[in-house]
């Protein structure tokens, strides 16, 4: 096979790029481990940003999200038994985010990709990637029907997820894995057939931990809290669970509202990043490249940022022959990236009970966050974070 741009991933980043790359006449070819039902069935938290939003309305990917995407104005910040609300689109001349789970997107770039007769390979096994230093860089794999191929392309898209295989590509000494932060906490998370416990989401801090009330749609919510990164899904009873979210939430402005828990699962987080993102042809984006933790809500919309840069850049490179965008697309990217990881970070540790804090620290959170949503200027670093930053 021959193609200009071979993608390794069919996540947001492999499948968004590929349709940015469609719209531009440039041809691609989308490779991933796992099954189409795989990738449409795993439920992942989708909180859309501002400019994630406009760029697949833009695209023609926007007709399920208008349907059933539900646009949040605000957020809560719960401390002290209160809800303080950050007005989203108040502080950001209009701008909120859209609750659409991540394998909704997912749903939506697929079926346009074969709309448009995409090349879209899924169930590949032994991947494998070469000559990515010189101008025709190739990637074989055995398909699902266990024939060997190779496709032969111009660039190398690394787009593989966390479990990335083409991050390790770059080769030792020519790129830093030390931007790495573990959290000494996990979440547990649950899917429940309920009502929604709140209209906008509530990030509660509460001295057993934080807690998370978000949703999925008017009759699934999704709901964590803070627990042992060493815990186990099985310490937890239906009943267990119930119990500890009504602890950390219900109060004046907010009470939680049970129903079938069908999902439970811990979530363990950290921050990454690689730097460069590039190695001769090969471009990582996405989780492959970074990761963040969830609380700033910017996993899915960061993986979203770098495709769009790559995609001019690739355009660049296929209008006028220039590698001038694709030589500064670490350096582009990595902007962003760094102030989400910011971000992110500073969510986290306003948010979360420390297993080591001692009593001047939590009392110093508490003093943050009245800070934070006490002021103007304070409520507004929240917000215009929190809506994303323009694309590079």
């Known amino acids: 096979m021959r ?14 790029l590929s349709h940015l790359l469609h719209q531009q006449g440039i041809e691609s070819v989308v490779i991933d481990k796992r099954s189409r039902a795989d990738i449409e069935q795993t439920i992942k938290a989708g909180i859309l940003e501002h400019g994630t939003v406009a ?25 002290n038994g209160r809800n303080h609300r950050i007005d989203l689109s108040g502080l950001t001349g209009g701008k909120s985010v859209t ?14 990709r074969l709309q448009d007769d995409g090349h879209l390979l899924f169930e590949v096994d032994e991947v494998a990637a070469e000559e990515l230093t010189g101008t025709s860089p190739a990637v074989r794999f055995t398909d699902a029907d266990g024939n060997r191929q190779v496709l032969e392309c111009d660039f190398v898209a690394g787009c593989d997820g966390s479990r990335t295989y083409t991050r390790f590509l770059i080769p030792e000494g020519r790129v830093r894995t030390d931007y790495f932060h573990q959290y000494p906490f996990a979440w547990f998370g649950i899917l429940a057939e309920a009502p929604p416990s709140s209209e906008e989401l509530i990030y509660s801090r509460h001295e057993r931990g934080f807690a998370l009330i978000s949703t999925r749609s008017p009759t699934v919510q999704r709901l964590y809290f803070q627990c042992d990164p060493a815990d186990l899904v099985d310490n937890w009873s239906d009943d267990r669970i119930w119990a500890e979210l009504h602890a950390r939430v219900d109060g004046e402005d907010a009470s939680i509202s049970e129903g079938r828990i069908f999902q439970k699962d811990i979530l363990h987080f950290r921050s990454l990043v690689v730097e460069p993102m590039q190695y001769g042809r090969l471009y990582l984006a996405g989780d492959a490249a970074h990761t963040v933790p969830p609380t700033g809500a910017k996993g899915m919309n960061l993986a979203i940022a770098d495709v769009v840069v790559l995609a001019r850049a690739l355009e660049s490179f ?52 009245e800070g934070v949503t006490g002021t103007r200027a304070g409520a507004a670093y929240v917000a215009e974070n929190y809506v994303g930053l323009p694309f590079g």
């Open 55 to 79: 760029l697949m309305h833009e695209t023609g990917l926007g007709d399920r999200l208008k349907r059933d995407g539900a646009e949040h104005h605000g957020i809560y910040l719960r401390f």
């Open 99 to 112: 609750v659409y789970a991540q394998h909704e997107v997912l749903i939506d770039l697929i079926a346009k």
């Open 318 to 369: 296929y209008s006028s022959k220039s590698t001038a965008a694709l030589d500064a697309y670490t350096d582009t990217v990595l902007r962003r990236v760094w102030r989400a990881q910011q971000f992110s970070y500073w969510m986290t540790s306003m948010l979360h009970r420390f297993p080591d804090e001692n009593a001047f620290g939590l009392r110093r959170q508490l003093a943050e966050l």
């Open 3 to 16: 193609t200009q741009v071979g993608i390794v991933g069919a996540g947001p980043a492999g499948l968004m």
